[in-house]
């Protein structure tokens, strides 16, 4: 009874000691931080034994194969590590837990009388050639490797025109080696010379209200279809416009904070009585790059401006240019600033509510969308 009763005493301490580690080829042991019954490698063995890309920082870790990868904040205390699932630094080297790696990565863990991380072999599914570019596609997700005038796609398979098959994966011989490597996801690599096109602003038209929620009534007219209407006339005119509404969809404004998120132009537009034009400008806007993007376009040159507008803007210059734009037409602009959730995002967002009068007629409605069309372009030039 009693050496039953110390055995008992045991197990926990037994399930807690460091256990043979096997990750691929390479061989170690899995550490127990905190006695919490998590297995931790340490990362640089996962990371050589099954070919995965890792970055380390001071204070975060991360592992990557293909377009997955997982990152763990690094804690220097065994305790804190253990209770918050994050990667434990132990001595000169960090150790990440593995069962989680394997689940964000898609590695096979097995735990045993030890534990095994592995990764089957990929198989080379499909070569896609284009002018400029090689999107090649495989079973799964892997990595790639550039080396020289060649690529070693690591733990990989298969047979193909100008494919050699090596002893740590795939090689495929070039003539030159890519200006880029990158994951698009789905097992794929993709590889390309050239020079990148230059990137273009986004502008996004968002139509207030819509579905369920129909704006105010003017005359018999609904907020909800006037903006659409509004927005379709603004985008024939601005090719590659996008809407966070075609039709008279209920969106949330969780949703249209998504799409505009990486739009260099945001207009949302809404619906006021009379014949008023107010637009609505952001007080402060959070985000650093938003915060920076006005000192920059003050003072950057012209190029490096339009590359900029890509990514962040100044919604008073494009208040500005669509003032400019409305006054051509006769019509004076109110302005007023405020915490407007749609215009706290690092592009160029203005609310612009336009009096119901003016889109009575498709002619008023053609005026207006003309002035904003043009306003944006002037904004981007």
Do not use: C
């Amino acid at each position: 009874m009693r050496l039953a009763f110390l055995a008992l005493l045991l197990l926990p301490a037994l399930a807690q000691a460091p256990k043979p580690l096997q990750v691929g080829s390479e061989v170690g042991q899995a550490l127990y931080p905190g006695g919490r019954g998590v297995a931790y490698g340490e990362a640089r063995l996962v990371a050589r034994g099954l070919g995965l890309a890792l970055w380390l920082g001071q204070n975060q870790v991360g592992l990557g194969l293909g377009s997955r990868y997982r990152s763990f904040p690094v804690s220097e205390s065994e305790a804190q590590a253990a209770s918050a699932g994050a990667a434990w630094r132990r001595g000169g080297e960090v150790y990440v837990p593995l069962r989680p790696l394997a689940e964000a990565l898609g590695l096979e863990y097995r735990a045993q009388e030890g534990i095994l991380l592995r990764l089957p072999w990929a198989k080379l599914l499909e070569v896609d050639r284009r002018p400029g570019q090689i999107l090649v596609r495989f079973s799964r997700e892997v990595n790639a490797r550039l080396e020289g005038r060649s690529v070693l796609f690591l733990l990989a398979q298969g047979e193909a025109a100008g494919f050699s098959q090596e002893a740590l994966g795939l090689r495929l011989s070039l003539e030159a080696p890519p200006d880029r490597l990158y994951y698009p996801g789905g097992g794929q690599v993709a590889l390309e010379w050239g020079a990148l096109p230059k990137p273009k602003p986004a502008v996004l038209l968002d139509p207030g209200h819509g579905g369920q929620d129909p704006g105010i009534a003017v005359g018999g007219m609904l907020e909800k279809d006037l903006t659409l209407d509004l927005a379709k006339r603004v985008a024939a005119r601005l090719p590659g416009a996008r809407l966070t509404r075609t039709g008279d969809q209920t969106v949330p404004l969780e949703a249209r904070l998504a799409q505009a998120q990486a739009a260099g132009v945001l207009v949302s537009f809404h619906l006021t009585a009379g014949s008023a034009v107010n637009l609505y400008l952001p007080k402060t806007r959070s985000s650093p790059l938003a915060q920076n993007a006005e000192a920059l376009l003050a003072s950057a040159p012209k190029a490096q401006a339009a590359l900029l507008k890509a990514y962040a803007g100044d919604p008073r210059r494009l208040a500005e240019s669509l003032e400019r734009a409305f006054s051509a037409l006769g019509i004076v602009v109110a302005k007023a600033e405020g915490p407007y959730a749609l215009t706290d995002v690092a592009g160029a967002a203005v609310v612009l509510e336009v009096g119901a009068e003016r889109l009575k007629t498709r002619e008023g409605r053609d005026q207006v969308a003309e002035a904003v069309a043009q306003a944006i372009r002037a904004y981007l030039e």
